[in-house]
């Protein structure tokens, strides 16, 4: 009896071991099941692409709603890729299109390259059939902030949107609307249109979205001497260089388009330089217009950095003696001092060879066959007379222009007067907007098909 007691005891602690073990086995069953079909549902949910990328200190964020799963990949270890790009492309993301009922899988991923100072990111939004939205940006590898005009000097952005100028004024499809005072405001070196830019195996692009023009694209080899990063590209442009005053200073004419079936006027000033020719030279800059300048030789010792300021403009020196004298009432040394002088020293000196003065104006307009023989110039007079030494009056000289300007007219100015300078920054958009190219006596000759020859009186 009592063997047979204690069969029952061990039969029921073997029933109750085995119970025990088939509930641990069942429970283990129970947790692989669980967790295969966890597993089989992230299978499902995030395809073979989507994996941990091979490049050390990648980060990632993770997007699930009920229709669509997004992760983004992005470089960690810098911090010119920052929140607000990624949130961006996250909300791109969000955005996308679905595909199909279920859910849409998506991956953000990117590629670095650094040229040089300037590194390039690609930014792809990728799903089952590929690339779906791809981002470039462009950061100064030195900051590793976002690369925007700042990397150029403002001599580089000068050349920039006057490159831009041109190629929208050599576009017959755009009409009159890029020589109109809106369209230079608007194209201003500074204006701001010339921030959003990219670098790509030597050329500048930017997105100007303009009403015009929304893209244009620059060899860097054309600014390489104006940009701040080192792009290391070759330095085709010829600068010459200078020391006044022990100051350097650059010659660089820049290119203007200038359209033969369009009006023309020459604006010229006498007498200067002076402290108000900036004044004139900046307007005549900010909307890409030149002028010539009759300058004194007096004028052109006391202030040779305005004379580097007009040629890198691109208006035009001429000569109006050295110190104004009646010419024809003089001869031998002094003479040849009055009429060669601004030559001499504008090429030889400021220029350092690069610029040479080949026109003149004579003082007050008087000449006689005696010194036209003798001369070694074109002589280059005017055909509308401001009279501004005479009225000295902002209003009248505006006035006077409006009421004879004419296209071929050549339009004499003082730019040692302030009212005049007020009057022609005033007058120069108005100008443009009523069709005109304001040019330099040069570009005048060659739109006219004249060619000049020394002695003669133009036009």
């Known amino acids: 009896m009592k063997n047979k007691q204690d069969q029952v005891q061990k039969s029921g602690k073997v029933n109750k071991k085995l119970n025990w073990t088939l509930f641990f086995i069942a429970f283990g069953l129970l947790i692989v099941n669980i967790g295969s079909l ?27 709603s009920s229709n669509r799963y997004i992760r983004l990949y992005y470089p960690c270890d810098t911090y010119y890729f920052d929140d607000n790009i990624l949130d961006d492309i996250m909300d791109d993301a969000k955005n996308l299109p679905l595909k199909g009922t279920e859910r849409y899988l998506i991956r953000g991923e990117y590629n670095i390259k650094k040229n040089h ?11 089952y ?5 791809v981002y470039t940006y462009y950061f100064n590898a030195r900051t590793q902030s976002r690369l925007d005009s700042s990397i150029f000097t403002d001599d580089a952005l000068r050349y920039i949107a006057n490159s831009f100028r041109n190629i929208c004024k050599d576009d017959a499809s755009l009409l009159d609307y890029p020589y109109t005072s809106e369209f230079m405001e608007l194209s201003e070196y500074d204006s701001g249109i010339y921030n ?3 670098y790509d195996d030597g050329v500048f692009t930017f997105d100007v979205k303009t009403p015009v023009v929304k893209q244009f694209s620059i060899d860097a080899k054309e600014i390489a001497d104006d940009v701040l990063i080192n792009i290391d590209v070759d330095q085709e442009r010829v600068i010459g ?7 350097e200073y650059d010659v660089d004419i820049p290119y203007h ?7 023309f006027i020459a604006l010229t000033f006498d007498d200067g330089p002076s402290i ?10 900010k909307y890409q217009s030149r002028a010539t300048f009759f300058t004194l030789g007096t004028n052109v010792e006391r202030y040779p950095n305005i004379i580097l300021d007009i040629i890198n403009s691109g208006s035009q020196i001429g000569s109006h003696s050295y110190s104004h004298e009646h010419l024809t009432k003089i001869k031998g040394e002094q003479l040849d001092y009055e009429l060669n002088m601004v030559h001499d020293k504008v090429f030889y000196d400021i220029s350092n060879y690069i610029y040479e003065p080949h026109i003149f104006r004579v003082p007050y307009g008087e000449y006689d066959t005696k010194l036209q023989d003798y001369i070694n110039y074109p002589i280059v007079l005017w055909n509308v007379d401001t009279l501004d030494w005479e009225t000295r009056d ?7 222009i409006r009421e004879q300007v004419y296209s071929g007219a050549i339009i004499l100015c003082h730019d040692i007067y302030e009212p005049t300078a007020l009057a022609i920054v005033e007058l120069i958009p108005e100008l443009i907007d009523e069709g005109y190219q304001l040019v330099t006596i040069d570009e005048y000759m060659a739109i006219r098909n004249i060619s000049m020859e020394n002695g003669e009186i133009y036009p």
């Not at 966890?38 to 964020?61: A, E, H, Q, R, T």
């Not at 390039?120 to 799903?127: A, E, I, V």
């Open 38 to 64: 966890f597993y089989l549902y992230n299978i499902s949910l995030v395809p073979d692409f989507i994996k941990d990328p091979v490049i050390v200190n990648d980060g990632f964020i993770n997007y699930r």
């Open 257 to 263: 388009y200038v359209n033969y079936d369009r009006k």
């Open 276 to 285: 108000y020719t900036p004044m004139i030279i900046e307007t005549l800059k």
């Open 394 to 400: 902002v209003e009248q000289i505006k006035n006077t």
């Open 196 to 198: 959003d830019v990219s």
């Open 241 to 247: 260089k200078t020391i006044i005053d022990d100051v």
């Open 117 to 127: 100072d300037i590194i390039k990111l690609t930014y792809g939004l990728k799903d």
């Open 129 to 133: 059939e590929g690339f779906q939205k």
